[in-house]
Nanobody, 121 residues
Framework: QVQLVESGGGLVQAGGSLRLSCGPS????????MGWYRQAPGKQRELVAS???????NYADAVKGRFTISRDNAKNTVYLQMNSLKPEDTGVYYC???????????????WGQGTQVTVSS
């Protein structure tokens, strides 16, 4: 059973930085797109940033210039460097991957369990 395992959330003051990491446990054949989503209390889950296997990136307007997504294909790991954090960045951050497991012919969406990011003012 493949799971996405996240780490790096926590409590930080406004203007601070955090780095999130996410990688799969289990046997992976290949991963296409990876990304980070977030969900604030009372709001819908929204895309923060995504990255293709080739390194093309996409960011939500609210985080452009402050957040950087990257990945290490050899480690099947995606990172989110978050700088100049604001209170409105507070929420649960979820890792997403479009991946294929060993022995499967299908690509499926996988989600992490979520990691809390809290930015105090």
């Amino acid at each position: 059973q493949v799971q996405l395992v996240e780490s790096g959330g926590g409590l930080v003051q406004a203007g601070g930085s955090l780095r999130l990491s996410c990688g799969p446990s289990g046997s992976i054949f290949s991963i296409l797109a990876m990304g980070w989503y977030r969900q604030a209390p009372g709001k819908q889950r929204e895309l923060v940033a995504s990255i293709t296997r080739g390194g093309n990136t996409n960011y939500a307007d609210a985080v452009k210039g402050r957040f950087t997504i990257s990945r290490d294909n050899a480690k099947n790991t995606v990172y989110l460097q978050m700088n100049s954090l604001k209170p409105e960045d507070t929420g649960v951050y979820y890792c997403h991957a479009d991946l294929r497991t060993v022995g499967s012919t299908r690509w499926n969406d996988y989600w992490g369990q979520g990691t809390q990011v809290t930015v105090s003012s």
